[in-house]
């Protein structure tokens, strides 16, 4: 028998970076989706021990940012056609598809905090699009935290659509309200139920675009 091959025979693993840690963890997201992705699954496709990627990301939410920040990089540059408010909107709807393409990274975006350039870079186009609308400075600064807010919640509302009983629930629960208890609701079922995601998606941002340009942010302001 041959004996076995000496550690310095052995091919050397490569070095690791940050860089290589989130594109790995990326790869496990596409592959077996966000619940797979663990410091211990991780740690197992870059053959090394889970301790060492601490070195690199402190912890699981740290990494889920990383995670985020990375994706936002796919996010496609709106066209310049339209309107300002359009490609703000267009914008936002592109984040959101990215996110609903991976179901988990939509719900754990809701409180990821990424900081790297692609986050950065989307905010440079937010602020952006806001300046050309003139809308004032610190509205246009308030403002694309509540109009990423919504479009992220939306991913996330919607990343659950594999199982719909839940939604089928809600629907019959609205259309057999009692008017004697919900007249509201009962007056409204129908129109509660209307509307694709998309349309619905759509005027929400309009209205957000809307009360952003046209509501002052309180006069005095603690600076972080």
Do not use: F
């Amino acid at each position: 028998m041959a004996p076995d091959k000496s550690r310095r025979e052995r091919p050397a693993k490569p070095a690791l970076t940050r860089d290589g840690i989130v594109a790995a963890a990326v790869g496990i997201l596409r592959e077996e989706g966000l619940r797979k992705v663990t410091m211990r699954r991780l740690a197992q496709e870059l053959d090394t021990g889970a301790a060492s990627l601490y070195v690199y990301v402190r912890n699981t939410a740290e990494l889920h940012a990383a995670i985020l920040d990375e994706l936002l990089g796919t996010i496609p540059t709106p066209s310049p056609d339209g309107s300002w408010r359009d490609r703000l909107e267009r914008l936002l709807t592109a984040y959101t598809t990215m996110l609903l393409e991976y179901p988990g990274l939509a719900l754990s975006a809701l409180v990821a905090r990424p900081s790297g350039e692609n986050y950065l870079a989307l905010c440079e186009n937010l602020l952006t699009l806001l300046v050309e609308g003139d809308v004032s400075p610190e509205q246009r600064a308030w403002g694309i935290d509540i109009l990423l807010q919504y479009a992220t919640a939306t991913a996330a509302e919607h990343a659950d659509e594999d199982s719909p009983e839940d939604w089928d629930a809600l629907a019959r629960a609205l259309r057999d309200a009692d008017e004697a208890t919900h007249p509201q609701i009962a007056a409204h079922a129908a129109d509660l139920l209307t509307g694709r995601p998309a349309q619905r998606m759509s005027w929400g941002l309009q209205v957000l675009i809307t009360g952003i340009a046209d509501t002052a942010v309180p006069p005095e302001r603690n600076r972080t």
